[in-house]
């Protein structure tokens, strides 16, 4: 069975950090983008970055400059360490892949992980 796992998430205060990350398992031979999305409460959910397995990386207007994504292909694992967060990063936040498996080229998500950001 292929799937994403995601971890990290927590409660913190304005101001502080946290480190994502998510790792791929299962029959995979390989990534092609991996990314991070977030959904906050009564929201769509929306791109917050995305990293290709070459390391080019996107990142929301919102997040530019405080929010880091990187991974490691050897592990099939992207992280996304998050500096300065403010009270509108509070969301669940879920890792995407795009990855090719024994059955096929997939879209994988992950269940996500609730990050809450308040004093």
């Known amino acids: 069975q292929v799937q994403l796992v995601e971890s990290g998430g927590d409660l913190v205060q304005p101001g502080g950090s946290l480190r994502l990350s998510c790792a791929a398992s299962?029959?995979?031979?390989?990534?092609?983008?991996m990314g991070w999305y977030r959904q906050a409460p009564g929201k769509q959910r929306e791109l917050v970055a995305t990293i290709t397995s070459g390391g080019s990386t996107n990142y929301a207007d919102s997040v530019k400059d405080r929010f880091t994504i990187s991974r490691n292909n050897a592990k099939n694992t992207v992280y996304l360490q998050m500096n300065s967060l403010k009270p509108e990063d509070t969301a669940v936040y879920y890792c995407?892949?795009?990855?090719?498996?024994?059955?096929?080229?997939?879209?994988?998500w992950g269940r996500g992980t609730h990050v809450t950001i308040s004093s």
């Open positions: 299962g029959s995979i031979f390989s990534i092609n983008v």
């Open positions: 995407n892949a795009g990855a090719y498996t024994t059955a096929g080229y997939l879209a994988l």
